[in-house]
């Protein structure tokens, strides 16, 4: 975790972007990524990929990157791993994302881009990738030894953000330490061969983190999200699955009733209202009650986007070829920035 004064420092940066954006979207290029270790559920839809679309349309430069090689970073196995890019893909088209005017590419197929690797591992230590919040936390959650892949992952990461010339990442307060690594690899690479980089910042999310139905982390493996492609009837079995508890009152309460309170905030970011104001709405309805409202509010927000998803799910050969553009796209992009590393450093092509 970045300490207060480096937060304070981006989040004042970050505010000063977010007023300029609407004045001066092309002067920004934006990228931004996933792993496909599975469905993206709501807390990725309204952490992630709603802010995505709203800059794809307000005319920002936009890439997204689905991170297949960093799968490996933590697992021991690509099993899936198909199914998972091609559905990742058709949530994306889903939700807004624009194939013409954003890059949908995928990590193994531009190796322009990853060959960045080489020349910034030369540019940081040992020292500052193992303090890497990030790294020491995937590896006490994975209880693996620590992999090279692992190790580097901050790295593999700059190479994502650098080679497309992003200026701008849209990021939680966790993940600003792989920003502070990405800016300085511009920095040292720059100042050693030439300016090639541009200074990269981050935009600071202000969406608040939407809590799983039980009002843990929303995670796939606890169980507690809704998936984006999940239907109304698995998404009201998933919300009627989930626990509550057994006061009859419903109250916003996180700290003492995290059951109820996810459930309140799931319902309140589907419908932009407060979730106390939903829950006095419900009052002595009990989770019954609750679980109805929440139900309505997830299918109706989202029964639009599921439309335009059960569309692509019919037509994988369109959602392919969207891959292959946006992959022929970056790979022409990487090997120009590729070409212009090489001059800068002097090497014989």
């Known amino acids: 975790m970045p300490n207060e004064r480096s937060y304070e420092t981006a989040l004042a940066r970050s505010n000063e972007i977010r007023a300029d954006l609407p004045q001066h979207p092309e002067h920004y290029t934006m990228l931004t990524g996933d792993r496909p270790t599975g469905r993206l559920h709501l807390g990725h839809y309204f952490g992630t990929i709603k802010g995505r679309v709203e800059l794809q349309d307000m005319g920002v430069n936009t890439s997204i990157l689905i991170a297949d090689y960093q799968v490996i970073t933590d697992r021991d196995t690509t099993e899936h791993i198909q ?8 949530d994306y088209l889903a939700c807004g994302v624009d194939p013409d005017k954003t890059m949908i590419y995928a990590h193994s197929a531009v190796p322009a881009a990853n060959q960045l690797m080489l020349p910034f591992l030369s540019l ?13 936390a995937e590896m006490e959650a994975s209880g693996h030894e620590l992999t090279g892949l692992l190790l580097t992952y901050p790295v593999h990461q700059a190479c994502d953000i650098l080679f497309c010339k992003g200026n701008v990442v849209p990021v939680g307060r966790d993940q600003l330490p792989h920003i502070e690594l990405t800016r300085l690899i511009a920095r040292k690479f720059n100042n050693r ?23 843990r982390k929303m995670s796939k493996s606890y169980g507690n999200a809704i998936s984006i492609s999940m239907t109304p009837e698995e998404t009201a079995k998933r919300i009627k699955k989930s626990q509550t508890d057994s006061e009859r009152m419903i109250t916003f309460d996180p700290e003492n009733r995290p059951g109820v309170s ?12 407060d979730p ?74």
């Open 124 to 136: 940081v230590s040992e020292a500052e990738l193992q303090r890497n919040p990030t790294v020491k």
């Open 83 to 90: 199914d998972n890019v091609y559905n990742m893909v058709m």
């Open 262 to 273: 996810g459930l309140l905030s799931t319902a309140a970011i589907c419908t932009g209202l």
């Open 193 to 215: 061969y030439g300016k090639v980089f541009p200074e990269v910042d981050a935009l600071l999310s202000d969406t608040p983190l939407l809590p799983g139905l039980d009002g």
């Open 276 to 349: 106390e104001e939903i829950a006095a709405e419900i009052g002595m309805g009990g989770s019954g009650a609750l679980k109805t409202y929440v139900t309505e509010a997830v299918n109706g927000y989202f029964e639009p986007i599921r439309e335009r998803r059960h569309a692509f799910e019919n037509d994988l050969d369109y959602v392919k070829d969207v891959l292959h553009e946006g992959n022929r796209r970056a790979n022409e992009i990487a090997e120009a920035t590729l070409a212009e590393v090489r001059e800068a450093m002097g090497m014989v092509y």
